[in-house]
């Protein structure tokens, strides 16, 4: 089958607007503006690699970040590579927090949590359908200390 230029062109376009939408709700991650980095998600969006006693769609997700909001007031993303391929954007960030709330049932520890990740965004007509998200979830709760390190020093 041959590329008809102006489908490429538009295919293009599209992963340019969609690693674009992934930049902006990174910087409103970034600025504690939540709702608009929902904006970002479908409202019925699948997630993977998040709790699975979320509830479905953005409400999970907004009840995920506002409990880690809780938890690490001053968390932020550093966005260390994003690119797209078709329809999907892959971010590689690296997160930041102090932890000064309660967060999953652990007491503020003032500790500056530095956590790796890596996150697929699938998109459809500008809006991600699907994510699949992995993190350090060890190193996490190792850094919080409610976990013990795999090698002692």
């Given at each position: 089958?041959?590329?008809?230029?102006?489908?490429?062109?538009?295919?293009?376009?599209?992963?340019?607007?969609?690693?674009?939408?992934?930049?902006?709700?990174i910087a409103r991650f970034n600025a504690k503006d939540l709702e608009g980095y929902?904006?970002?998600?479908?409202?019925?969006?699948?997630?993977?690699?998040?709790s699975r006693r979320l509830k479905p769609g953005v409400g999970g997700l907004r009840d995920y970040y506002s409990a880690l909001r809780e938890g690490f007031?001053?968390?932020?993303?550093?966005?260390?590579?994003v690119f797209a391929e078709g329809e999907k954007v892959a971010n590689r960030y690296t997160f930041y927090g102090t932890h000064k709330g309660q967060y999953m049932g652990v007491a503020p520890t003032s500790k500056l949590i530095i956590s790796p990740g890596m996150v697929i965004h699938l998109f459809r007509a500008g809006k991600c359908i699907e994510t699949w998200q992995s993190t350090d979830a060890l190193g996490f709760l190792t850094q919080l200390g409610v976990a013990q390190p795999l090698v002692q020093k």
């Amino acid at each position: 089958m041959q590329s008809v230029p102006g489908q490429a062109r538009g295919a293009h376009m599209a992963q340019k607007e969609n690693v674009e939408a992934v930049n902006r709700a990174i910087a409103r991650f970034n600025a504690k503006d939540l709702e608009g980095y929902l904006e970002m998600f479908d409202k019925a969006v699948m997630f993977h690699g998040l709790s699975r006693r979320l509830k479905p769609g953005v409400g999970g997700l907004r009840d995920y970040y506002s409990a880690l909001r809780e938890g690490f007031p001053d968390m932020r993303l550093s966005s260390e590579d994003v690119f797209a391929e078709g329809e999907k954007v892959a971010n590689r960030y690296t997160f930041y927090g102090t932890h000064k709330g309660q967060y999953m049932g652990v007491a503020p520890t003032s500790k500056l949590i530095i956590s790796p990740g890596m996150v697929i965004h699938l998109f459809r007509a500008g809006k991600c359908i699907e994510t699949w998200q992995s993190t350090d979830a060890l190193g996490f709760l190792t850094q919080l200390g409610v976990a013990q390190p795999l090698v002692q020093k």
